[in-house]
């Protein structure tokens, strides 16, 4: 039964709430934003028409219950929900509870959801369909007998998967069988935390293969279309970093056998929505797997929505209200090239640390030229705070071009042209990936970025070495202003971690204390004035001629030069250059930190660098651990990162569990021996 859909509660947050409003915009829908407590000023929040907070910053306890988002519906006079991607936008039960409370749902059917929910059911429905799955154990049998057996018959490597999963969790590699038990035991357990079912599915493991998805769209009606393909191959832990469509290097042969395979699934089910049917492509058998189906809007909806010139939004909309779909197959056209970047706030060089705290500028320049097309989704503007709560990923740059190559020279330069002060982010590792060989010539597999660390090109002790000069020197050029600009108030109530000795007859010095980014403490002294500099410490004693050009610093000392970007809030510098960026922090010396790096407490124990959860605690007390051994796995920003020793010692004692909720700078593990 037709309805019309009036107003829109979008049941999200970020850059997909704000996406999902502008399309409401565009068709005159009213739009209605949620919000958590840390959401209350966000960008998504100013970009509806109404907002309604649903509770505390954890997702646990607001976007993700269904009972609130119904009843913000309600409230509001909702029609419908879209719940976008992520949180519960593959759940059955907030579909079921739409149905229950007289709304629409944005998206397809419960029974449709379940059916692809389930990796096994999913395989099973895929193979009776005639379409082809990865070789591996899909069975109801999850006993640990029929597994390790299933193992064997499948044979090593291969790959554990939650068969709730998404999202990159609950999936291991196991390289030979001494490590399959550990290995389900991890995944069981984090399955049964993110997804509420312990199942597995084991499948072969393809080292070298391309990650291809087919977006569909069907209503309810029985009609199902392809709107073409998807290359998500540059994936890092199994989250996608870079996409693009079409797909490159595919013959027409398999596209073709892909889209069949695809509409073919979506019938098999009844599905009315967007959808996206994944595969596994091995280039060297020629053979594509089908992996799963995602059924929600993609994070990568904008690249087919810029080749083909379709809004899938409007597209969703229009199905959910019970409509035909606009057009037929043949009408549908794949016109030039599009490239994704996800901009994440993180570290790439700390193990893609997540950053947080607040955006101080935000600007995207990008000059396009001819057969180019730039756009950028974001949830964030300047002011914004990003917190440790929910996804690192803040925005998504993308580009049009006539063909491959005009759409990698225009994300380049509408990267180059992106600005974030403030926060640390994964510009210069996106730039550096659209630069290599393998991204150009379209040879990149799902393992590329295992091994792609661009910023070990520079030494780390020099690249260290440039930026505390770099953040000293800034500092001297700011006092020199604020001295010069002084009429008998103090010059340094603004300076904090900066202190200017000045004596008859003598040149001035700056005393300048600096805690890195991995939380190491520094003295850096510079002597002299206007450009003419000695610098002490941070291994240096050098003399280094200095000038300023905008936000950027030139130093040269001797035969050596450089430069580098300097921003500036507050303490807090930023120093960029080249795919290197650091933030360092002026501090009183009173105050610097006595670690021994990121993770340390007295030398060795181990802190929560951010606020997070608990998966794994594989230490005890008494365990001798040699550096860089795992000692906590902590999830935080949906992402898993390994706090590993900084130094050989023997685990004192150990005072979190798997499932704890850690505050960041909680203590938890500490070393009864630093030797």
């Known amino acids: 039964m037709a309805r019309v859909i009036n107003k829109i509660l979008i049941a999200n947050r970020g850059e997909i709430a704000c996406r999902i409003a502008a399309t409401c915009r565009s068709l005159g829908i009213g739009s209605v934003a949620v919000y958590s407590e840390a959401d209350r000023d966000a960008l998504h929040v100013r970009a509806c028409d109404e907002a309604v907070g649903i509770g505390p910053a954890e997702a646990s306890r607001s976007y993700l ?62 193979k009776e ?16 007998e029929t597994l390790t057996a299933a193992a064997a018959d499948v044979g090593f490597p ?55 998805e087919v977006q569909v769209l069907g209503d309810s009606h029985g009609n199902v279309v392809h709107l073409f393909d998807r290359e998500c191959s540059l994936q890092r832990r199994h989250q996608k970093v870079v996409e693009e469509a079409p797909a490159p290097n595919l013959s027409e042969e398999l596209r073709h056998q892909l889209f069949d395979s695809s509409v073919r699934l979506a019938k098999a089910i009844g599905y009315s929505s967007l959808g996206t049917v994944e595969f596994l492509y091995d280039a060297s058998s020629g053979e594509a797997y089908f992996l799963e189906m995602n059924t929600r809007i993609q994070v990568e909806h904008p690249v087919t929505e810029m080749v083909t010139g379709l809004d899938l939004v409007a597209l969703q909309v229009g199905v959910a209200e019970g409509g035909v779909l606009p057009f037929a197959q043949i009408d549908i056209r794949v016109n030039g090239h599009a490239i994704e970047a996800r901009l994440n706030a993180e570290q790439p060089e700390r193990d893609f640390m997540p950053s947080i705290g607040r955006i101080e500028r935000l600007t995207a320049v990008a000059e396009m030229g001819h057969g180019q097309r730039f756009r950028m989704d974001t949830g964030v503007a300047a002011g914004s705070s990003v917190t440790p709560y929910y996804d690192s990923m803040i925005s998504k740059l993308l580009v049009w071009g006539e063909d491959r190559e005009r759409a990698r020279n225009g994300l380049l330069k509408a990267l180059d042209g992106f600005e974030l002060h403030g926060l640390e982010t994964n510009k210069a590792y996106l730039q550096a990936i659209l630069k290599t060989a393998e991204f150009r010539s379209s040879t990149v597999t ?73 939380g190491e403490s520094h ?153």
């Not at 020197?473 to 002084?486: I, M, N, S």
């Not at 001629?545 to 450089?562: P, V």
Request: aromatic share 6%.
């Open 65 to 126: 219950l269904p009972e609130k988002l119904i009843a913000a519906a309600l409230e509001t006079g909702a029609d419908a929900i879209h719940p976008g991607y992520g949180f519960l936008s593959e759940n059955p039960v907030l579909a079921q509870a739409c149905a229950d409370a007289g709304l629409i749902f944005i998206g397809p059917s419960p029974d449709a959801i379940v059916a692809m929910g389930s990796k096994l059911q999913a395989r099973r429905i895929a």
């Open 129 to 144: 369909h005639g379409v082809a799955t990865v070789p591996g154990y899909d069975g109801e049998d999850q006993s640990d």
């Open 158 to 212: 291969l790959l554990i998967k939650a068969s709730g999963g998404g999202g990159g969790k609950g999936i291991r590699i196991v390289d030979d069988a001494s490590g399959f038990s550990v290995a389900l035991d991890l995944v069981r357990r984090e399955a049964s935390t993110a997804f509420g079912d312990a199942r597995v599915v084991l499948e072969r493991f393809v080292p070298f293969g391309r990650h291809i």
């Open 446 to 518: 799902t393992r590329f970025l295992d091994s792609f660390r661009p910023w070990e090109d520079v030494v780390p002790a020099e690249e260290l070495q440039n930026a505390l000069v770099a953040a000293a020197v800034a500092g001297t050029f700011a006092a020199e202003d604020a001295l010069k600009a002084r009429h008998g108030d103090d010059p340094w109530g603004s300076l904090a971690g900066w202190r200017l000795l000045e004596r008859a007859g003598s040149s001035s010095h700056l005393v300048t204390n600096i805690v890195d980014d991995t």
């Open 523 to 675: 003295r850096v002294v510079v002597h002299g004035r206007k450009g003419k500099y000695r610098v002490e410490g941070a291994g240096e004693d050098e003399m280094f001629d200095a000038r300023r050009d905008g936000g950027r610093i030139l130093l040269r000392a001797g035969d050596r030069a450089y430069s580098v970007d300097v921003d500036q809030f507050g303490a807090k510098y930023e120093i960029r250059s080249g795919v290197a960026q650091r933030m360092l922090r002026a501090v009183e010396a009173p105050t610097q930190a006595a670690t021994g790096g990121p993770e340390g407490r007295a030398g060795l124990d181990i802190v929560a660098p951010i606020p997070g959860l608990v998966i794994e605690v594989p230490v005890t007390a008494g365990d001798r651990v040699e550096t860089g051994d795992v000692v906590v796995v902590l999830e935080a920003m949906k992402m898993v990162h390994r706090l590993v020793a900084i130094g050989p010692g023997t685990i004192g004692e150990v005072t979190c569990r798997p499932g704890d909720t850690v505050e960041m700078g909680r203590l938890l593990v500490s070393f009864a021996s630093n030797a």
